[in-house]
């Protein structure tokens, strides 16, 4: 049997992995590359928290707004001085794919130059790597003790994907965000604003990671390297969920979170006693088993297809 | 002012070696081929592990050493000392086991191009490059955890096949070697990219439905070109890992291959000179910053500096100069008169000569 604190941290990583794969979701459905730079989008959350935690004592789940705001900014400004010039040059899909990891590198070394400014310019006790920041409240149901990153990381993703899904579905913004996603040629000859939905997904795409971000270093210790370390997750995720639903990208960080934390658990029990240390792994075999078998990802698999071709359909597909 | 010249001109040799061939391994690749190998280091770390954790092993109980006795992770360095000795008596073996090294080194890369890109290659080259660069990344993570491999976060030391020669000569006669290899490499590369096979690829990178069109098996050519530039970095792979004797899972970072990108790109896709301009920059300004980042008072390590300096660059040329500092030339064709002298030569009134007397006249 399976220990509950064990599922309980699955969902507190899955909701992290959840945040990120949405955002990376979001950006890859604009340009069709994908972005390398996302993970760092999340470290600089993480530091936008942790300097304000830190310098001004605020908790971490007050600076949430601040930490989307500041990764969301930073995905925007380099959608604008970086992605955007190079797509409208006619760069090629690989030129753009090493850009984002040109991006990616730089903002990891620039988290690592402020890490080392930082922790000289601050009291010794001070520590800008491997920090970790202490859980603020926690909530007893039965006899399970909740912790409060479980309730607020659930809290967010329940209610952000349900904003996203209103967003896209009933608004006209929205509704011109899903057209210029599909069709970005038609999209603009009936007037819609390509260039500003594009924006307006980075932007999200940006904030989700930051808030993801914000809230990491209560569950782990942090350092310059550690979204980047994610990015291969959120990778699993998002060709799990097909790279093109916010839908797919949240059912995939679920199986990919859950599959991790639980997996590795089960695989270091006694018959096996694998490392943790492996749990990259998961992941990357989750990545090249999709690929073999469904490329496009979970949600373009036709399903009654497959279950007809198991027979676990009587009569086949009517279609 | 430069500490030590003639130090400094080695190590510059040495690692402008293993960067060349890196560079132009994925000039052939990503410049002829189209192929984004966001994993170089991937077969780059094949080679060396390889390097790392055979040759001590293999030659241990020839020196008198039972590598069951001892723990080989914690007394590794102990047994690289004892075969370098063993080396130093045995020329030949010594030799022998640098030969076969080096050509296992080449096969596992090879091997590793093949497995790494079979679940992708067929697809979009957004999955080929998430695949190889997570691969890469996997890789370092099972060395770094699986001891038996590279003694985990310990590293392990390599022993000298040079030992047998004097301190200087076998340090000279090395980065020769390594210089010849690399040069060799370059010479392969680019005879490769001007035969009919360089066209075929160079066809699939731009446009991948007319080249299967014309009955070219794009699958194929793609995976033969990733296995061509694997085996190459395998062998950058292992001439650095016996260069620097020793190897750790930890110095095989993506941004390795990030910096084989920027060398590739911004000398010029496509263009060998491009790639070794490249690997001349970078390595050149590698050394510099190695040389002086002592006497910079700055709070934090330069090499970050660098990084982003190199990202800017790289940015800054796929904006304004996508094609690099030396753009790709148009395939080298026979010159005209060449082929109307071959054949004038012919002597017999063949159906050739006649048209030529033909095209003359008009």
Redesign the interface.
């Known amino acids: 049997m399976i220990r509950i604190d064990i599922l309980l941290d699955a969902v507190v990583f899955s909701n992290l992995l959840v945040l990120m794969s949405i955002g990376l979701t979001l950006t890859y459905m604009t340009l069709k590359i994908p972005n390398f730079a996302h993970g760092d989008f999340v470290t600089f959350g993480i530091y936008t928290t942790y300097t304000m935690y830190r310098l001004m004592s605020i908790s971490p789940y007050m600076t949430l707004p601040a930490a989307f705001l500041a990764s969301g900014s930073l995905a925007l400004a380099l959608y604008l001085t970086v992605f955007r010039p190079l797509s409208k040059r006619g760069t090629s899909i690989v030129g753009l794919m090493i850009a984002s990891i040109a991006i990616e590198i730089m903002l990891r070394s620039c988290m690592h130059i402020y890490a080392d400014v930082m922790t000289r310019a601050t009291p010794p006790n001070v520590f800008f790597r491997g920090f970790i920041i202490r859980e603020t409240f926690w909530i007893s149901l039965a006899n399970v003790k909740l912790s409060g990153l479980l309730i607020a990381s659930t809290a967010l993703v329940i209610g952000l994907v349900l904003t996203l899904h209103l967003l896209l579905t009933r608004t006209k913004f929205g509704v011109a965000m899903r057209a210029a996603i599909e069709n970005p040629g038609l999209a603009s000859t009936l007037g819609i604003n390509v260039g500003l939905v594009y924006a307006v997904s980075w932007f999200l795409a940006g904030g989700l990671a930051g808030i993801a971000g914000a809230i990491l270093p209560i569950k782990l210790p942090c350092d310059p390297e550690t979204g980047w370390a994610f990015l291969l997750r959120v990778f699993a995720a998002t060709i799990l969920g097909g790279f093109s639903s916010i839908y797919g990208a949240v059912l995939g960080g679920y199986i990919v979170g859950f599959a991790e934390v639980v997996g590795i658990y089960l695989l270091s029990l006694p018959p096996i006693n694998l490392s943790t240390a492996y749990k990259p792994a998961i992941s990357f075999t989750i990545i090249v088993v999709t690929l073999l078998i469904a490329p496009r990802g979970l949600t373009a698999v036709n399903w009654r297809a497959v279950a007809a071709k198991l027979h676990l359909v009587k009569g086949g597909v009517s279609k | 002012m430069i500490a030590d010249p003639i130090r400094f001109l080695l190590d510059f040799t040495a690692l402008f070696a293993v960067y060349l061939m890196l560079s132009v391994s994925l000039n052939l690749e990503?410049g002829y081929t189209?192929l984004?190998n966001?994993g170089k280091v991937l077969f780059f770390a094949g080679g060396a592990f390889v390097a790392g954790s055979v040759t001590a092993r293999l030659v241990a109980p020839w020196a008198g050493i039972n590598l069951a006795e001892i723990n080989y992770s914690i007394e590794n360095v102990k047994v690289a000392i004892a075969v370098s000795k063993y080396f130093a008596q045995n020329p030949g073996v010594a030799i022998g086991v640098f030969v076969f090294i080096i050509l296992l080194s080449i096969v596992v890369g090879a091997l590793l191009g093949y497995v790494a890109s079979y679940?992708?290659i067929r697809?979009?080259?957004?999955?080929l490059?998430?695949?190889l660069?997570?691969?890469g990344?996997?890789l370092r993570?099972?060395a770094?955890?699986y001891e038996p491999l590279i003694c985990g976060t310990l590293g392990v030391t390599i022993p000298n096949p040079f030992a047998w020669m004097g301190i200087r000569a076998q340090e000279l006669a090395q980065i020769a070697l390594m210089l010849s290899a690399a040069i060799l490499v370059w010479v392969f590369v680019e005879k490769l990219a001007r035969s009919p096979f360089g066209r075929m690829i160079r066809a699939v990178r731009d446009s991948e439905i007319a080249a299967a069109a014309m009955g070219k098996d794009v699958v194929k050519a793609r995976m033969t070109s990733l296995v061509i530039g694997s085996a190459i970095a395998g062998l950058a792979g292992a001439l650095y890992a016996f260069y620097t004797g020793a190897v750790h899972a930890d110095d095989y970072v993506p941004?390795r291959t990030?910096l084989v990108?920027?060398m590739v790109?911004v000398g010029g896709a496509g263009n060998n000179a491009g790639a070794a301009l490249g690997a001349l920059a970078y390595v050149t300004m590698d050394r510099l910053i190695a040389q002086y980042k002592h006497y910079l008072a700055v709070?934090?390590?330069v090499n970050?500096?660098s990084?982003?300096f190199?990202?800017?660059l790289?940015?800054l040329i796929?904006?304004y100069r996508?094609e690099g500092i030396l753009p790709e030339k148009p395939s080298r064709t026979i010159d005209f008169e060449k082929v109307v002298k071959r054949i004038e030569g012919v002597k017999e009134e063949g159906m050739l000569s006649k048209l030529l007397k033909k095209f003359r006249r008009s």
């Open positions: 990503y189209g984004p966001f679940p992708a697809l979009r080259e957004d999955y490059g998430i695949t660069l997570a691969a990344e996997l993570i099972i770094r955890n941004i990030f990108w920027v790109i709070p934090f390590d970050y500096l990084y982003v190199l990202g800017i790289l940015i796929l904006m996508p």
